[in-house]
């Protein structure tokens, strides 16, 4: 819970202060921040489909619905768990650094933050029906994008890539290996 409030706290008040953390701990902050990231946004998502189920919204297929048609499962995996990661956060978190000394930069932060949400909006096939829905269904990215800045500035971009890259591959690999047994049985 400490770390969760510490997050929540940069949140409130972000300011660029890289720390120096000794290896151990490095590894022990970057795994609890992963688990704390997964529960929310799980509970982030499920609220996310929630809301959409009882205003009825129909998004239509989303994105990863349409990657398992087009994509063999290594294409997707390279894609989301490598690709995507290396090109969000130098996109989103990267310049973050550029700000560290200057009094935009909690300006720079939330916009990073609602950036990277907003990219996500793209996701659902109806998502300009929906727009008005935009916080709710970008939500989980929203609550991530928090997380992944945090890591950025407090232990560098290096791990905000590894904490993006560990997490979409955990949430992706169930879908990647029933899609890999499907095919195995046909």
Do not use: C
Not at 45 to 56: D, N
Not at 89 to 114: C, D, H, Q
Request: glycine share 4%; hydrophobic share 55%; proline share 5%.
């Amino acid at each position: 819970m400490r770390l969760l409030q510490k997050v929540y706290a940069f949140f409130q008040n972000p300011k660029y202060q890289q720390y120096r953390y000794p290896k151990q701990l490095k590894r022990k902050l970057l795994l609890n921040i992963l688990g704390l990231k997964l529960l929310i946004a799980f509970v982030a998502a499920a609220l996310m489909t929630l809301v959409s189920q009882i205003v009825g919204a129909d998004l239509g297929q989303h994105a990863l619905d349409r990657m398992l048609q087009d994509y063999s499962p290594v294409m997707i995996f390279l894609l989301v768990v490598i690709f995507a990661p290396l090109l969000e956060e130098l996109i989103f978190r990267a310049p973050l650094s550029l700000f560290k000394t200057s009094n935009y930069f909690p300006f720079t932060f939330y916009l990073s933050v609602v950036a990277f949400g907003f990219v996500h909006l793209f996701n659902f096939e109806a998502y300009d029906q929906y727009f008005w829905l935009t916080p709710i269904l970008v939500l989980p990215q929203l609550i991530s994008g928090v997380f992944l800045a945090f890591i950025r500035v407090r232990m560098g971009l290096l791990y905000s890539i590894v904490l993006h890259a560990a997490f979409n591959g955990i949430v992706i690999s169930p879908f990647l290996l029933l899609v890999s047994l499907k095919q195995s049985f046909n």
